[in-house]
């Protein structure tokens, strides 16, 4: 069992950036991949960004601008979130679950999950 909570988000005008943070609690964390899913007004949501123990994997719309990071020790996992656009405004999740086959970006596959965090980029 892993708990879950964000914090980080905020208002912030075209162009600026953001930092998500996630504390995660419960055992293990290590063996979890973690990731940040997130859902916009009136949208679904959307696979942001995972990170197992090797390459983070992204969905293209954030791709060098958003890093995904974690420390094992600290039972963390941080998005730096650059060069934000209007269009990235959304609640973001932070999302843990088990390795499988599973591809990272498939959100439903996430079991644990935050309470969410909003995220607003004015134009």
């Known amino acids: 069992q892993v708990q879950l909570v964000e914090s980080g988000g905020g208002l912030v005008q075209a162009g600026g950036s953001l930092r998500l943070f996630c504390a995660a609690s419960?055992?293990?964390?290590?063996?979890?991949?973690m990731g940040w899913v997130r859902q916009a007004p009136g949208e679904g949501r959307e696979f942001g960004a995972a990170?197992?123990?090797?390459?983070?994997r992204y969905v293209d719309s954030v791709k060098g601008r958003f890093t995904i990071s974690r420390d094992n020790a600290k039972n963390t996992v941080d998005l730096q979130m650059n060069s934000l656009k209007p269009e990235d405004t959304a609640v973001y999740y932070c999302?843990?679950?088990?390795?499988?086959?599973?591809?990272?970006?498939?959100?439903?596959?996430?079991?644990?999950w935050g309470q969410g965090t909003q995220v607003t980029v004015s134009s």
């Open positions: 990170i197992s123990g090797g390459n983070p």
């Open positions: 419960g055992r293990a964390f290590s063996g979890y991949i």
């Open positions: 999302a843990a679950r088990r390795a499988s086959t599973t591809s990272y970006n498939y959100w439903r596959s996430y079991n644990y």
